[in-house]
């Protein structure tokens, strides 16, 4: 189940093991808390945390001893695992039986960054997998609509919208300036306020910056090169920034796989995967090509010293502007 679902089931009951997976922290976070806050009393007594890395082969006896203990003076006894990645051979020889009979009395919660190599938990029957992935630019906007609505401060569509994209999803980030924006006192909260208030993410500058080019607007370009120059002293990761972009816009250009294939693949949102093959598209096979060779080869003869940073910076904004 998708994590914006966890609410309503949770109201018909807990599902003995759960899978919290996904690169997004606040889900992972949040839904851990939504399971204690329903199904947990006395977690002093009743709650135990393990670290998934130590459980190997018979030390998974400690995981599987825990899970048939019995609650003290509760309904349930709640055990968690963070970044748990069994071997498929340790799984059917130590933790099958147990998690396929687990105590009714009893809530398995794994959370974990990646899916990671080994057993493929999310695929176990007996294992209800939650999708902690980013989520679109949609619910995201509509979760701070609600947010900024229960607090008490109006808020139109696009502020919303632009605090999603300003944040590239991420909820733990979007948590922070929503938090950020009730604090700030002001009522209503504009588009304005939201571009005031809200820090862009390095990643949504650079699209910005490449979004300039696409539009042919080049005194929009310059400023926001200049800002991104003035606030980061390494020349360098800004190249680097910028070749990235580019090469993963031909990559998602000239591939052919499925959106959700290459959002895997890059580690980006499947719906930033769309938008950026329309914007591939406008700039189109050639000009990426040319921008991703340029750009590697101006890192490059910095990295050996043969340009300085400087020179490999102006040579990066020439290129990308007259290419």
């Not at 899916?115 to 294992?127: F, T």
């Not at 696409?214 to 020349?235: G, V």
């Not at 959106?259 to 050639?286: C, H, I, N, W, Y």
């Amino acid at each position: 189940m998708k994590y914006t679902e966890l609410k309503n089931d949770i109201s018909q009951g807990d599902r003995r093991i759960y899978l919290f997976e996904g690169e997004d922290a606040y889900f992972r976070t949040h839904g851990e808390e939504q399971l204690k806050k329903a199904f947990l009393t006395m977690p002093e007594l009743n709650y135990a945390s393990f670290d998934g890395p130590s459980l190997k082969g018979k030390t998974l006896g400690d995981l599987t001893s825990a899970m048939a203990a019995y609650p003290f003076m509760a309904e349930k006894r709640m055990i968690r695992v963070g970044e748990f990645y069994p071997a498929e051979a340790d799984y059917d020889k130590y933790l099958k039986d147990a998690f396929e009979n687990c105590p009714q009395t009893t809530i398995l919660v794994i959370v974990n960054q990646g899916a990671g190599k080994g057993a493929a938990l999310k695929r176990k029957k007996c294992i209800t997998y939650v999708d902690c992935s980013r989520a679109d630019e949609d619910t995201v906007t509509r979760w701070a609509y609600a947010t900024l609505k229960r607090a008490g401060v109006a808020s139109d569509v696009q502020a919303c919208r632009n605090i999603a994209a300003y944040c590239l999803c991420d909820m733990a980030r979007v948590e922070g300036e929503v938090q950020k924006l009730i604090e700030y006192g002001k009522n209503p909260i504009t588009s304005a306020d939201v571009d005031d208030l809200v820090y862009k993410d390095a990643d949504y500058r650079i699209y910005e910056l490449t979004d300039a080019i696409a539009h042919k607007n080049y005194s929009r370009f310059c400023t926001i090169y200049s800002e991104l120059a003035e606030k980061s002293t390494d020349r360098a990761a800004i190249i680097s920034a910028l070749h990235r972009y580019f090469k993963n816009l031909l990559i998602i250009l000239t591939s052919g796989e499925s959106s959700a294939t290459l959002s895997s693949q890059l580690k980006m949102p499947e719906f930033a995967v769309r938008k950026s093959g329309d914007r591939a598209r406008a700039f189109g096979r050639e000009k990426l090509m040319y921008y991703t060779r340029a750009l590697y080869d101006f890192s490059a003869r910095m990295r050996s010293g043969k340009l300085s940073p400087d020179g490999a910076f102006f040579s990066s904004l020439a290129a990308v502007l007259f290419a």
